[in-house]
């Protein structure tokens, strides 16, 4: 698989990556351990997690499949949120334990014991911040990952606030510039065909910054899945999950039907048009993708060995809206 380099740092990563937010959630540990074993198979060497997801156990679990692989991988893992203690009822539950999140020096320096504790190293590739925490100055947050990566704790730094924006990541470079701080190497952002926003600003910043992007949600909430044609929503799936997210369904119910042609048209699957849409951009380093099976830890490798052209690219931004017209 095609292995692309994060901003200068010599970190080399699969095109496509592993999402391993489901583990220990949705996924219990036999499961979460296949799918890490499967991806490292095909040749995805990338894993992006967070500290927060189960209080800890994705991180746990992920250490436990690598077992004496972890020097064959690249770890991100995140900080910040507020917990995320389990399911009741099937909806998600969170700590509101204040003291176990935010982006301040005390909590960052304890975070990342804890992380690699859980992870079982004694480095981190990718730290990420995971929250915009308004009530800590943005330089103690930098001041403190900048001490990490000179420690040897951590190898390069990345922006994963779920509502960061292209200025709040703008200030945090011009802060780490200003005071000789490790600059953040990677942005992720919640980036797909049916979800364009981040072309309106993030990705123009991110040129800027010379960084790479890491789209989550490759398949906008499972819509790009091919699960859905004709609007039914499986029992089990994402979309009967979250409730919440039916409401878009009818919205993109068109285009997706469009893109399966294209799909189809080209003797791939829908899921897989997404992901080589994506990493076909030079601005990706890798794609997030999450994966419930070993099956589909695969097809999400294939994907990154399809190259679109630029006649397969045009016709997709024909079939799909373009930014802010989707379902973000």
Excluded at 9 to 19: C, F, M, N, P, Q
Excluded at 124 to 129: A, G, K, T
Excluded at 296 to 301: D, E, L, P, W
Aim: hydrophobic share 45%; net charge negative; with cysteine.
């Amino acid at each position: 698989m095609e292995m692309r380099e994060f901003g200068g740092t010599g970190i080399r990563a699969s095109v496509v990556g592993l999402g391993c937010n489901n583990f220990g959630i949705y996924q219990d540990a036999a499961q979460a351990i296949a799918v890490v074993h499967k991806a490292l198979d095909v040749g995805i060497n990338f894993l992006d997690m967070a500290a927060e997801h189960g209080a800890g156990l994705e991180e746990s679990l992920v250490a436990e499949a690598l077992g004496p692989r972890r020097k064959d991988v690249i770890i991100a893992t995140k900080f910040g949120q507020a917990e995320l203690l389990g399911l009741k009822n099937g909806d998600t539950v969170f700590s509101e334990d204040k003291a176990r999140q935010g982006a301040s020096r005390r909590w960052i320096m304890q975070a990342v014991e804890e992380s690699l504790m859980r992870l079982k190293t004694d480095y981190i590739d990718l730290y990420q911040v995971h929250v915009i925490d308004r009530e800590t100055p943005r330089e103690e947050t930098l001041r403190a990952l900048d001490d990490l990566v000179r420690q040897g704790k951590v190898r390069a730094l990345g922006e994963a606030a779920t509502f960061a924006t292209a200025d709040d990541l703008n200030a945090s470079q011009a802060i780490a510039a200003a005071h000789g701080l490790r600059p953040f190497a990677t942005m992720e952002a919640n980036y797909s065909i049916l979800v364009r926003d981040a072309e309106k600003a993030i990705i123009p910043a991110l040129r800027d910054h010379k960084m790479c992007l890491l789209p989550y949600f490759p398949l906008a909430s499972g819509l790009l899945s091919g699960k859905y044609l004709g609007g039914a929503i499986p029992m089990g799936s994402r979309l009967q999950r979250m409730p919440f997210i039916k409401t878009f369904l009818p919205k993109n119910l068109q285009a997706i039907e469009r893109l399966q042609a294209l799909a189809d048209a080209r003797g791939i699957k829908l899921a897989q048009l997404a992901v080589a849409w994506l990493a076909g951009n030079p601005i990706v380093g890798s794609v997030i993708a999450g994966a419930t099976s070993a099956e589909q830890v695969a097809q999400n490798a294939a994907a990154g060995d399809i190259k679109l052209s630029a006649a397969d690219r045009a016709e997709i931004e024909v079939s799909a809206p373009g930014p802010g017209d989707g379902l973000a």
